[in-house]
């Protein structure tokens, strides 16, 4: 197969004989770029069998490199199926993201008036460095002494991200005319947003944290997305200051940073599971206010995703895990920092491995290479689903509550009981007896 022309699944296994609509397959070609968890849980799915380089593929989990540069050279059969969409990110690049969601918020106010946009307000404000440092300092000078966090577009794990509360420090991303067109060819600096620091975070035994939280979209158009019942805070490992802004085990809950602090425990880790969080708040704040704020945190992977659904390529090939962070404040306000395409796969504890191999496993399950599924379900394994083409209820909701208090199908937190769930819902393996 030559690299201008890759073929997925073409004169494969099933172009002899082609297979009927939601009817099993018996052996699943995989591709992998990733040498993880998901490398494990492909490995050891019944049926599936690993093609190396150029081998013609049913499904692939590549990384955003590989499909940049061979997506548009693929031609892929009906039953293929890759982890990313096209253009993904239109979500995950943080300029891109706010950029999509300011526009989606002026659109509702146009169409739906300011009370239905204000259920946007969830993103802090934010500038991109440096084609807006001029409206920037505008804004920054409107509240002096307060601080603002720097994090380059298109990297993660916490790579390059500073505090400032100075004009001076962000000198290099000051855009004027005094630089002549052969300096500014020169010293093209990397693109940055700047967005003010949520100084008032919620805190746990004195320290910040965020949550990762868990979506899978599988097509655009029409919008079918499905949240993970299991995710995690991230906590720093250093009490909460604002007297430090220079100290990344402060601010930054990213564990790439924190496992290189001195005291870091790699078994004890700094990870609570989302159950553990959800228990936590109800304990301290009652049912009520909690159900209220999973509620608003439910409203931002919709809203999210909703602002990028007419720019998004939409391509029935196509299926995205997104990783969501979101941070809490004081006032159990929730906060979207950013959403990535390739959240982090690799485990930090047994705990993080068992919890990330349950995800991986139930996302195949949803993308159903086999044919197991009738396409009806509202729940797979730990996944709800969330939205198809419209809010989803729970059908307790709807049979027992009446139509006037309907319950959505979403349950960020609460418990897990995957194992039962699928052994009702799967029928086997193709060539496996149920047992």
């Known amino acids: 197969m030559s690299k201008s022309k890759q073929t997925a699944g073409y004169k494969g296994a099933y172009s002899s004989q082609k297979k009927k609509e939601g009817e099993g397959r018996s052996c699943i ?50 039953h293929v199926r890759i982890c990313h969409f096209r253009n993904h990110y239109e979500l995950t690049r943080k300029n891109l993201m706010v950029k999509n969601l300011k526009r989606y918020r002026k659109t509702l106010e146009r169409e739906a008036g300011r009370l239905e946009a204000s259920k946007c307000d969830f993103f802090p404000c934010t500038f991109v460095l440096p084609s807006e440092y001029h409206i920037f300092v505008e804004e920054f000078k409107r509240s002096p002494g307060s601080t603002w966090i720097m994090k380059p577009v298109a990297r993660s794990q916490g790579k390059g991200i500073f505090l400032f509360r100075k004009l001076k420090d962000i000198i290099d991303w000051r855009k004027d005319g005094s630089r002549s067109e052969e300096q500014k060819d020169e010293a093209q600096v990397e693109s940055y947003v700047a967005q003010r620091y949520i100084e008032n975070p919620y805190l746990i035994a004195g320290r910040k944290f965020d949550l990762r939280v868990y979506v899978l979209v599988t097509s655009y158009i029409p919008l079918k997305a499905w949240l993970y019942r299991d995710g995690f805070a991230r906590f720093s490992n250093t ?31 700094c990870k609570w599971l989302m159950q553990q969080l959800r228990q936590y708040l109800t304990a301290k704040h009652g049912f009520e206010t909690v159900q209220t704020l999973f509620k608003e945190i439910d409203n931002i992977f919709i809203r999210s995703l909703l602002s990028v659904q007419k720019t998004i390529i939409n391509d029935k090939h196509c299926f995205e895990l997104y990783g969501y962070d979101i941070l809490l404040d004081q006032d159990l306000k929730p906060w979207l920092i950013e959403v990535n395409a390739s959240p982090s796969l690799t485990a930090s504890s047994q705990e993080d491995y068992d919890l990330k191999y349950r995800l991986l496993e139930d996302t195949l399950h949803i993308v159903d290479m086999e044919g197991r599924l009738t396409g009806k379900e509202k729940r797979v394994g730990g996944f709800d689903l969330m939205w198809n083409d419209g809010p989803v209820y729970t059908d307790v909701g709807l049979e027992t509550l ?34």
Request: a negative charge.
């Open 402 to 435: 009446g139509s006037s208090c309907l319950v959505a199908n979403t349950h960020l937190g609460c418990v897990n009981d995957r194992q039962k769930q699928l052994q009702q819902l799967l029928k086997p393996f193709p060539g496996q007896k149920r047992t």
């Open 239 to 269: 009490r909460f200051s604002l007297s430090s802004i220079d100290d990344q085990y402060v601010h930054l809950t990213n564990v790439a940073v924190q496992k290189t602090a001195p005291d870091y425990d790699p078994e004890k880790g």
């Open 29 to 78: 070609r995989y591709r992998c770029g990733l040498t993880n968890t998901i490398q494990d849980v492909l490995n050891q799915r019944p049926g599936w069998v690993e093609v190396k380089d150029d081998g013609d593929w049913d499904f692939n989990w590549c990384d955003v490199g590989w499909l940049r540069e061979n997506f548009d050279h693929s031609y892929m059969e009906e």
